[in-house]
Protein backbone atom coordinates (compact mmCIF):
# COMPACT_ATOMS: atom_id res chain seq x y z
CA UNK A 1 0.00 0.00 0.00
CA UNK A 2 0.71 3.43 -0.58
CA UNK A 3 2.19 5.00 2.46
CA UNK A 4 0.24 8.55 1.49
CA UNK A 5 -3.03 6.25 1.80
CA UNK A 6 -2.65 4.66 5.45
CA UNK A 7 -5.59 5.16 7.73
CA UNK A 8 -3.60 6.76 10.35
CA UNK A 9 -5.64 7.48 13.47
CA UNK A 10 -4.22 9.81 16.73
CA UNK A 11 -5.87 9.40 20.09
CA UNK A 12 -5.17 13.11 21.88
CA UNK A 13 -4.74 15.56 19.32
CA UNK A 14 -2.60 18.18 21.22
CA UNK A 15 1.27 19.85 20.06
CA UNK A 16 2.86 16.72 18.87
CA UNK A 17 0.07 15.22 17.15
CA UNK A 18 -0.71 18.55 15.44
CA UNK A 19 2.88 18.77 14.77
CA UNK A 20 3.26 15.31 13.07
CA UNK A 21 -0.74 15.60 11.44
CA UNK A 22 0.98 18.64 9.59
CA UNK A 23 4.02 16.97 8.59
CA UNK A 24 1.66 14.44 7.05
CA UNK A 25 -0.27 16.62 5.21
CA UNK A 26 2.86 18.61 3.77
CA UNK A 27 4.14 15.24 2.67
CA UNK A 28 1.17 14.56 0.71
CA UNK A 29 -0.66 12.05 2.88
CA UNK A 30 -4.30 11.76 1.77
CA UNK A 31 -6.28 13.38 4.83
CA UNK A 32 -9.50 11.94 4.38
CA UNK A 33 -7.19 9.29 5.60
CA UNK A 34 -6.38 10.93 9.09
CA UNK A 35 -8.72 11.00 11.98
CA UNK A 36 -7.71 12.12 15.21
CA UNK A 37 -10.07 12.33 19.16
CA UNK A 38 -9.70 14.87 21.47
CA UNK A 39 -12.03 15.37 24.23
CA UNK A 40 -10.69 19.36 23.87
CA UNK A 41 -12.94 21.01 21.04
CA UNK A 42 -9.97 23.59 20.60
CA UNK A 43 -8.42 21.14 20.14
CA UNK A 44 -10.59 19.56 17.56
CA UNK A 45 -10.86 22.89 15.72
CA UNK A 46 -6.77 23.17 15.50
CA UNK A 47 -6.79 20.06 13.48
CA UNK A 48 -9.70 20.62 11.67
CA UNK A 49 -7.78 24.02 10.64
CA UNK A 50 -4.95 22.23 8.98
CA UNK A 51 -7.06 20.41 6.66
CA UNK A 52 -10.97 20.26 6.74
CA UNK A 53 -10.48 16.52 5.61
CA UNK A 54 -9.50 15.35 8.39
CA UNK A 55 -12.14 13.57 10.92
CA UNK A 56 -11.84 14.78 14.25
CA UNK A 57 -13.87 13.29 17.32
CA UNK A 58 -14.23 13.59 20.99
CA UNK A 59 -14.70 9.39 20.67
CA UNK A 60 -11.68 7.87 21.52
CA UNK A 61 -12.90 4.27 20.31
CA UNK A 62 -14.17 5.72 16.96
CA UNK A 63 -9.98 5.67 16.59
CA UNK A 64 -9.86 1.98 15.87
CA UNK A 65 -12.42 1.83 12.75
CA UNK A 66 -10.32 0.91 10.04
CA UNK A 67 -6.75 2.05 11.12
CA UNK A 68 -3.65 0.78 9.83
CA UNK A 69 -1.85 2.23 12.72
CA UNK A 70 -2.81 4.25 16.18
CA UNK A 71 -0.60 7.03 17.71
CA UNK A 72 -0.72 7.46 20.79
CA UNK A 73 -0.23 10.73 21.75
CA UNK A 74 -1.67 11.34 25.26
CA UNK A 75 0.61 12.72 28.39
CA UNK A 76 2.36 9.70 30.15
CA UNK A 77 0.46 9.62 33.14
CA UNK A 78 -3.36 8.69 31.13
CA UNK A 79 -2.08 6.17 28.64
CA UNK A 80 -2.86 3.36 30.68
CA UNK A 81 -6.93 5.10 31.08
CA UNK A 82 -7.28 5.91 27.81
CA UNK A 83 -6.07 2.94 26.50
CA UNK A 84 -7.93 0.54 29.29
CA UNK A 85 -11.24 2.47 27.87
CA UNK A 86 -10.34 1.41 24.73
CA UNK A 87 -12.97 -1.38 23.46
CA UNK A 88 -11.60 -5.10 22.53
CA UNK A 89 -11.96 -5.33 18.70
CA UNK A 90 -10.84 -7.63 16.23
CA UNK A 91 -9.09 -4.03 14.50
CA UNK A 92 -7.74 -3.13 17.34
CA UNK A 93 -6.08 -6.43 16.99
CA UNK A 94 -4.83 -6.10 13.30
CA UNK A 95 -2.79 -2.74 13.38
CA UNK A 96 -0.03 -1.27 14.95
CA UNK A 97 0.17 1.47 17.90
CA UNK A 98 2.80 4.14 17.51
CA UNK A 99 3.34 5.44 21.46
CA UNK A 100 5.22 9.08 21.49
CA UNK A 101 4.65 9.08 24.87
CA UNK A 102 7.52 9.53 27.32
CA UNK A 103 9.18 6.85 29.58
CA UNK A 104 5.89 4.34 28.69
CA UNK A 105 8.02 1.28 28.29
CA UNK A 106 6.88 -1.32 25.50
CA UNK A 107 6.11 -4.15 28.14
CA UNK A 108 3.70 -1.38 29.77
CA UNK A 109 2.00 -0.63 26.48
CA UNK A 110 1.41 -4.58 25.43
CA UNK A 111 0.06 -5.05 29.31
CA UNK A 112 -2.37 -2.24 28.67
CA UNK A 113 -3.09 -3.53 24.97
CA UNK A 114 -2.79 -7.16 24.42
CA UNK A 115 0.04 -9.75 24.29
CA UNK A 116 0.20 -9.84 20.71
CA UNK A 117 -0.46 -6.53 19.50
CA UNK A 118 2.25 -5.25 17.25
CA UNK A 119 3.68 -1.48 18.98
CA UNK A 120 6.24 0.80 18.47
CA UNK A 121 7.65 2.85 21.02
CA UNK A 122 9.43 6.91 20.14
CA UNK A 123 10.92 8.94 21.83
CA UNK A 124 10.52 11.94 19.54
CA UNK A 125 12.30 15.54 21.21
CA UNK A 126 10.74 18.96 21.02
CA UNK A 127 12.20 20.08 17.37
CA UNK A 128 9.34 17.79 16.23
CA UNK A 129 7.13 20.46 16.70
CA UNK A 130 8.75 22.21 13.43
CA UNK A 131 9.60 19.28 12.14
CA UNK A 132 13.29 19.39 13.50
CA UNK A 133 12.97 17.09 15.90
CA UNK A 134 14.63 13.30 15.91
CA UNK A 135 13.12 10.17 17.60
CA UNK A 136 13.92 7.22 18.22
CA UNK A 137 12.16 4.16 17.66
CA UNK A 138 11.89 0.55 18.55
CA UNK A 139 9.35 -1.99 18.16
CA UNK A 140 7.77 -5.44 19.86
CA UNK A 141 9.05 -8.38 18.03
CA UNK A 142 5.14 -8.84 17.30
CA UNK A 143 5.76 -5.70 14.32
CA UNK A 144 6.12 -6.36 11.16
CA UNK A 145 8.38 -5.04 8.83
CA UNK A 146 5.73 -3.44 7.09
CA UNK A 147 4.23 -1.67 10.55
CA UNK A 148 7.57 -0.98 11.28
CA UNK A 149 8.04 0.88 7.97
CA UNK A 150 4.39 2.67 8.52
CA UNK A 151 5.53 3.63 11.80
CA UNK A 152 8.76 5.22 9.70
CA UNK A 153 6.89 7.09 7.70
CA UNK A 154 4.15 8.81 10.38
CA UNK A 155 7.54 9.96 12.74
CA UNK A 156 9.57 11.29 9.57
CA UNK A 157 6.45 13.65 10.00
CA UNK A 158 8.61 15.28 13.14
CA UNK A 159 11.77 14.94 11.32
CA UNK A 160 14.83 12.59 11.47
CA UNK A 161 14.47 8.95 12.76
CA UNK A 162 16.85 6.17 14.38
CA UNK A 163 15.81 2.86 15.13
CA UNK A 164 17.52 0.70 18.20
CA UNK A 165 17.21 -2.99 18.78
CA UNK A 166 17.78 -2.81 23.24
CA UNK A 167 15.03 -0.60 24.20
CA UNK A 168 16.60 0.04 27.85
CA UNK A 169 18.94 3.01 25.74
CA UNK A 170 16.42 4.96 25.35
CA UNK A 171 17.12 6.75 28.59
CA UNK A 172 20.39 7.26 27.18
CA UNK A 173 18.57 8.91 24.02
CA UNK A 174 16.27 10.86 26.72
CA UNK A 175 19.19 12.15 28.64
CA UNK A 176 21.03 13.51 24.91
CA UNK A 177 18.44 14.20 22.61
CA UNK A 178 15.08 14.24 24.39
CA UNK A 179 16.45 16.46 27.09
CA UNK A 180 18.80 17.87 24.72
CA UNK A 181 17.07 21.14 23.71
CA UNK A 182 16.53 22.43 27.25
CA UNK A 183 20.62 22.55 27.27
CA UNK A 184 20.86 24.29 24.47
CA UNK A 185 18.44 27.19 25.65
CA UNK A 186 20.01 27.01 28.46
CA UNK A 187 23.28 27.81 26.59
CA UNK A 188 21.54 30.55 24.73
CA UNK A 189 20.16 32.23 27.76
CA UNK A 190 23.64 32.60 29.17
CA UNK A 191 24.89 33.73 26.14
CA UNK A 192 22.61 36.59 26.16
CA UNK A 193 22.80 37.37 29.63
CA UNK A 194 26.35 37.80 29.36
CA UNK A 195 26.50 39.97 26.62
CA UNK A 196 23.39 42.17 28.39
CA UNK A 197 26.28 42.47 31.10
CA UNK A 198 28.91 43.17 28.33
CA UNK A 199 26.71 46.50 27.64
CA UNK A 200 25.00 45.26 24.95
CA UNK A 201 21.41 46.00 24.27
CA UNK A 202 18.69 42.93 25.68
CA UNK A 203 17.24 42.67 22.30
CA UNK A 204 20.07 42.27 20.40
CA UNK A 205 22.00 39.81 22.87
CA UNK A 206 19.09 37.65 22.72
CA UNK A 207 19.05 37.88 19.25
CA UNK A 208 22.88 37.15 18.77
CA UNK A 209 22.21 33.95 21.05
CA UNK A 210 19.60 32.82 19.22
CA UNK A 211 21.03 32.90 15.72
CA UNK A 212 24.17 31.79 16.93
CA UNK A 213 22.02 28.84 18.09
CA UNK A 214 20.10 28.81 14.99
CA UNK A 215 23.60 28.92 12.59
CA UNK A 216 25.75 26.53 14.45
CA UNK A 217 23.03 24.00 14.55
CA UNK A 218 22.59 24.71 11.44
CA UNK A 219 25.94 23.94 9.74
CA UNK A 220 26.12 21.00 12.09
CA UNK A 221 23.55 19.85 10.10
CA UNK A 222 25.04 20.61 6.79
CA UNK A 223 28.79 19.87 7.04
CA UNK A 224 30.38 16.37 6.35
CA UNK A 225 32.94 17.78 9.09
CA UNK A 226 33.10 16.01 12.38
CA UNK A 227 32.07 18.43 15.49
CA UNK A 228 35.59 18.95 16.74
CA UNK A 229 36.53 19.79 13.41
CA UNK A 230 33.92 22.60 13.05
CA UNK A 231 35.07 23.75 16.54
CA UNK A 232 38.64 24.10 15.39
CA UNK A 233 37.54 26.34 12.36
CA UNK A 234 36.20 28.98 14.50
CA UNK A 235 39.53 28.71 16.89
CA UNK A 236 42.55 30.32 15.93
CA UNK A 237 45.01 29.84 18.03
CA UNK A 238 45.36 32.42 20.67
CA UNK A 239 42.51 34.29 19.53
CA UNK A 240 38.94 34.95 21.33
CA UNK A 241 37.48 31.66 21.09
CA UNK A 242 40.61 29.80 22.10
CA UNK A 243 40.53 32.15 25.60
CA UNK A 244 36.83 31.52 26.00
CA UNK A 245 37.71 27.41 25.56
CA UNK A 246 40.03 27.46 27.66
CA UNK A 247 38.36 28.24 30.45
CA UNK A 248 35.34 26.62 29.72
CA UNK A 249 38.31 23.18 29.58
CA UNK A 250 39.85 24.79 32.92
CA UNK A 251 36.35 24.89 34.81
CA UNK A 252 35.98 21.29 33.99
CA UNK A 253 32.79 21.85 31.86
CA UNK A 254 32.92 18.53 29.72
CA UNK A 255 32.66 16.67 33.53
CA UNK A 256 29.89 18.98 34.62
CA UNK A 257 28.14 18.33 31.14
CA UNK A 258 28.62 14.68 31.66
CA UNK A 259 27.15 14.49 35.46
CA UNK A 260 24.22 16.40 34.07
CA UNK A 261 23.34 13.97 31.34
CA UNK A 262 24.07 10.64 33.88
CA UNK A 263 21.62 12.46 36.07
CA UNK A 264 19.11 12.88 33.07
CA UNK A 265 19.71 9.33 32.13
CA UNK A 266 19.44 8.00 35.47
CA UNK A 267 16.24 9.74 35.98
CA UNK A 268 14.84 8.35 33.11
CA UNK A 269 15.60 5.11 34.55
CA UNK A 270 13.62 5.83 38.14
CA UNK A 271 10.72 7.15 35.49
CA UNK A 272 10.46 4.66 33.79
CA UNK A 273 10.04 1.75 36.89
CA UNK A 274 7.05 3.59 37.85
CA UNK A 275 5.48 3.04 34.75
N1 LIG B 1 5.93 18.16 23.49
C1 LIG B 1 7.14 17.60 23.38
O1 LIG B 1 8.15 18.26 23.15
C2 LIG B 1 7.27 16.10 23.51
C3 LIG B 1 8.54 15.50 23.27
C4 LIG B 1 8.64 14.10 23.37
C5 LIG B 1 7.53 13.33 23.69
N2 LIG B 1 6.32 13.96 23.91
C6 LIG B 1 5.17 13.10 24.27
O2 LIG B 1 4.09 13.35 23.37
C7 LIG B 1 2.86 13.14 24.05
C8 LIG B 1 1.94 14.31 23.74
O3 LIG B 1 2.57 15.50 24.19
P1 LIG B 1 1.99 16.92 23.78
O4 LIG B 1 3.04 17.91 24.06
O5 LIG B 1 1.36 16.84 22.43
O6 LIG B 1 0.82 17.06 24.88
P2 LIG B 1 -0.55 17.89 24.79
O7 LIG B 1 -0.37 19.06 23.90
O8 LIG B 1 -1.03 18.06 26.18
O9 LIG B 1 -1.51 16.85 24.01
C9 LIG B 1 -2.19 15.79 24.64
C10 LIG B 1 -3.63 15.90 24.22
O10 LIG B 1 -4.33 14.76 24.70
C11 LIG B 1 -5.61 15.22 25.08
N3 LIG B 1 -6.31 14.29 25.95
C12 LIG B 1 -6.49 14.35 27.32
N4 LIG B 1 -7.23 13.30 27.74
C13 LIG B 1 -7.52 12.57 26.63
C14 LIG B 1 -8.26 11.38 26.41
N5 LIG B 1 -8.83 10.71 27.43
N6 LIG B 1 -8.39 10.91 25.16
C15 LIG B 1 -7.81 11.56 24.11
N7 LIG B 1 -7.08 12.69 24.26
C16 LIG B 1 -6.94 13.19 25.50
C17 LIG B 1 -5.33 16.53 25.76
O11 LIG B 1 -6.51 17.28 25.91
P3 LIG B 1 -6.60 18.30 27.18
O12 LIG B 1 -5.66 19.40 26.86
O13 LIG B 1 -8.03 18.69 27.19
O14 LIG B 1 -6.17 17.51 28.39
C18 LIG B 1 -4.33 17.14 24.77
O15 LIG B 1 -5.00 17.83 23.73
C19 LIG B 1 3.18 13.02 25.55
O16 LIG B 1 2.99 11.68 25.95
C20 LIG B 1 4.62 13.43 25.67
O17 LIG B 1 5.32 12.65 26.63
C21 LIG B 1 6.18 15.29 23.83
Redesign the pocket.
Known amino acids: MDNHNLNISF ?7 QAIIGGLVRAGHNPQRLSM ?4 PA ?1 RDNVHAIHSDIQVTDN ?1 AAMLDAADLIVL ?4 Q ?1 MAT ?1 IGALPATAARDSCVFLS ?3 GITLDSLQAWLNPAQAIVRAM ?3 P ?2 VGAGISVLTAMPTTTEEQKGWAQYVAAAMGEVAWIDDEALLDAVTAVS ?1 SGPAYFYLFMEILAACGREMGLPAELATRLARQTGFGAGRIADESELELKALRSRVTSKGGTTAAALDILEQSEFRAIVERALRAARDRSVELGKNN
Open positions: IGGGNMASDPDQNAVKPIVIAAPNQALG
